[in-house]
């Protein structure tokens, strides 16, 4: 009977908190759900979606640019694709897969039961697919972006510019920037105050750093292009000056404005995954991270001299001799964290008792390709260098390596790793390899001639180009590889597939990984954990080999002295560095509020694209009356407040 009554207790408990935390069955659990791990894998799913339609249109671009003089695209079309291209890798892609990452994993490696603000969480999903459908709705009726998605203005004013292409672009950016910011915003204070006792910030997974510095990094870079699209929408529809020369405006506000946002958002699609590599890398070197210490503060620090570098994108705009010193120096001085980040990786894998698994060899290609986008981007910090690689493919060989290659292949490596907590199965190694070679090779043909071709003087944002310029064998080369990594995401895709329908059982821990997550089972059941853990190192389910301390953390179903908080959604709130808990904080069940609130949001801004009155006054009225329910006291609200704990 001694070893009986415990595991009565335990089935007992999980069955209480499956009863609390379980969403409800059917159409209206579906849409109500605020568990982060369905809201994690629907960013996943989405951004994934959006990156295969964002290849298809490379892929399209480069059929076009195979050879010389090629017809097979108009410039109008090429242009459309062009944009959506860039609009749908920068925006609907690269943050929202990372987002997806974080909010799967972050509760789980912070051993809380949920975000901070679930509710907010399932509104930041939602609105961000509409406003992907926003952006895409217009392009088969040929009405789709088609001033880059940079926007350059004159380019884009409506003088020169005059369908609702820019409109689409320009609304649908401030759409999107409503749900970056209440997802950077949730992440922060998740941060704060929902983690495990004792998970102060000297023990946070790299991962961690990476999306807390880019969700602060969000906060104050997001709104700066939301109010650069607003002026442009108003210049274009109701006749303000503020990009207009003619009425005293000024275009290059739009570049100041469009970069200060776009160039910490290049480190906000680039620090979460390094933070991946960060975190799973030294897993498969079988020790902890060289310089953890070192790699965190490296992290923090790029995002904030991140902010110091957006002339480094206007260097040939005739700016002042002075500025221009300036921000080419900063642009050298922002190589430094970057390369401790390198040297940490290297040093890991060099002291290391390497496994060659699928994600490890999509982590150390990345490696390999975060040093060649690197040197090429130090190599445009020189002023006079730039001026004269600026408007060719090198920017464009440069950029690929940059934000596709270093957020890509972080991304698939950690899928195949998370892919068996998230599945409870294991992905198929001998696919996952073809996989790696496939996109690796495919990559590399694709996007390392462009260098070559941008040296040799071709110009970027290019429909076609002459004969004569001798670029054509390494147009084709390109296209060629584009075609090949194109196999390797399909590889990926057959590996999910069939993984999913018969990928053999992962077991709670297959990799033997030391962060929390991996302590639950696999998948997770939907309150994460029976018993809230109480963490005494950075590497938990490794102290016992490391042998670092000699406190253990605590951590498992059956612990009986152990937090359960079962007495409704309950979850532990901590001080924000030391994680002393002092709080149990009540965390409000699923709601369909935030699907309604997205579409009216999505009424609203189909209201002001159209300039249809009614539409924007039923937007409008549907935002006040969904907000007026979410805002309004519940009768219950005695129990929604914090229980301070002496």
Partial sequence: MTTVQPNMEVTSTRQKLLDIWETAPGLYGWLATVDHKTIGIRYLCTAFFFLVIGGIEALAMRVQLAQPDLKI?????????????????????????????????????????????????????????FAGIFLYISFPLGQAPNGGWFAYVPNTSLEYDPGINMDVFALGLVFLGISTVVGSANFIVTLLRC????????????????????????LLAVPAVSLACAMLWLDRRYGTHFFDVKGGGQPLLWQHLFWIFGHPWVYALVLPAMGIVSDALPVFCRRPLVGYTLVAISTVATMILGFGVWVHHMFATGLPVMSLSFFSAASFIIAIPSAIAVFAWIATIWTGKLQFTTPFLFFTGFIMLFVIGGVSGFMTASVALDWQL???????????????GINVFPVVGGLHFWFPKMSGRMMDERLGKWTFWTM???????????????????????????????????????????????????????????????????????????????????????????????????????????????????????????????????????????????????????????????????GLFFGLLAQVIWLVALGAVCEFGVLALWLTPEPHAALEEVEIHD
């Fill in 390 to 404: 600026t408007d060719t493919y090198f920017i464009v060989a440069h950029l690929h390596y940059v934000l596709l």
């Fill in 440 to 602: 690796f090779i495919g990559f590399n043909a694709a996007f390392f001639p462009m260098h070559v071709t941008g040296l040799m003087g071709m110009p970027r944002r290019i429909y076609t180009y002459p004969a004569d310029m001798g670029v054509g064998w390494l147009n084709m080369l390109s296209t060629l590889g584009a075609f090949v990594f194109a196999v390797g995401v399909f590889l990926f895709l057959i590996n999910v597939a069939k993984s999913l329908k018969s990928g053999a059982p992962a077991g709670d821990n297959p990799w033997d990984a030391p962060t929390l997550e991996w302590a639950t089972t696999s998948p997770p059941p939907v309150y994460n954990f029976a018993t809230i853990p109480q963490v005494a190192s950075r590497y938990p389910l490794w102290e016992d080999r490391l042998k670092e301390t000699e406190e253990r953390s605590i951590i498992g179903d059956a612990v009986r002295d152990g937090m359960v908080l079962d007495k409704g959604k309950e979850t532990i709130g901590v001080t924000p560095l030391d994680a002393e808990p002092n709080v149990v904080l009540k965390m409000p069940g699923d709601s369909i509020l935030p699907f309604l609130l997205s579409v009216g949001m999505t």
């Fill in 73 to 129: 695209l108009s410039p109008d079309a090429y242009n459309q694709l062009f944009s959506m291209h860039g609009t749908t890798m920068m925006f609907l892609y690269a943050l929202p897969m990372l987002s997806g990452f974080s909010n799967y994993l972050w509760p789980l490696m912070l051993g809380s039961r949920d975000m901070a603000f679930p509710r907010l969480n399932a509104l930041s999903y939602w609105v961000f697919l």
């Fill in 195 to 218: 983690r495990a006792p004792g998970m102060s910030v000297n023990r946070l997974p790299i991962l961690v750093w990476g999306t807390l510095t880019a969700s602060a990094a969000n």
